[in-house]
T-cell receptor, first 119, second 107 residues
Framework: EAGVAQSPRYKIIEKRQSVAFWCNPI?????LYWYQQILGQGPKLLIQFQNNGVVDDSQLPKDRFSAERLKGVDSTLKIQPAKLEDSAVYLC?????????????????FGQGTRLTVV | DAKTTQPTSMDCAEGRAANLPCNHS???????VYWYRQIHSQGPQYIIHGLKNNETNEMASLIITEDRKSSTLILPHATLRDTAVYYC????????FGAGTTVTVRA
């Protein structure tokens, strides 16, 4: 079974530039997550999708971050314009939909992440 | 969201059992307890989850107290490869991680 695919693996940009990350979840997984992980901290949930809809985006800095999930499959996360403090690893994960709720009793699978450095 | 509290770090001797505690006193009746771990430079990896009963799989055992306010993840025979950050989560709505417990297994 193919895992969660993310690209690119590494990205270096200058501040105020824009950047986009791509995620292809495991086939059939309805729930998709994007996380930001700053060095030394736990992953911070940015946005959670269930199919095409947004379950939670309360921690997404909407003035500069945006995310979409096309046809309930692939997803892109964009930052425009980037700031120095956006330097982090961006992780994508997916899980099967559960009758218990958007995340209930299911296992989430994570991609390798994209390491973003803003200089 | 049910808040979870874990120790910041702990050491364990290789070959011994590692017992990782988690407090989730505000957990609601239908929320599961989940454990994930993150090995350096990798994405988090699912370990186990449970509701009321104790659970065991090939990786670990999960012991949940009768009142469900706390749980313990047990790694029965810790190896150096179990060195990682371990996260306890009690939420069925969204997958949110706290700071976790940094577990260092020493030879």
């Amino acid at each position: 079974e193919a895992g969660v695919a993310q690209s690119p693996r590494y990205k270096i940009i200058e501040k105020r530039q824009s950047v986009a990350f791509w995620c292809n979840p495991i086939s059939g997984h309805a729930t998709l997550y994007w996380y930001q992980q700053i060095l030394g901290q736990g992953p911070k949930l940015l946005i959670q999708f269930q199919n095409n809809g947004v379950v939670d985006d309360s921690q997404l800095p909407k003035d500069r971050f945006s995310a979409e999930r096309l046809k309930g499959v692939d997803s892109t996360l964009k930052i425009q314009p980037a700031k120095l403090e956006d330097s982090a690893v961006y992780l994508c994960a997916s899980s099967q939909m559960s009758s218990r709720g958007p995340y209930g009793g299911t296992e989430a699978f994570f991609g390798q992440g994209t390491r973003l450095t803003v200089v | 969201d049910a808040k979870t509290t874990q120790p910041t770090s702990m050491d364990c001797a290789e070959g011994r059992a590692a017992n990782l505690p988690c407090n989730h006193s505000t957990i609601s009746g239908n929320e599961y307890v989940y454990w994930y771990r993150q090995i350096h430079s990798q994405g988090p990896q699912y370990i186990i989850h449970g509701l009321k009963n104790n659970e065991t799989n090939e990786m670990a055992s999960l012991i949940i107290t009768e009142d469900r306010k706390s749980s313990t993840l047990i790694l029965p025979h810790a190896t150096l490869r179990d060195t990682a950050v371990y996260y306890c989560i009690a939420n069925d709505y969204k997958l949110s991680f706290g700071a976790g417990t940094t577990v260092t297994v020493r030879a």
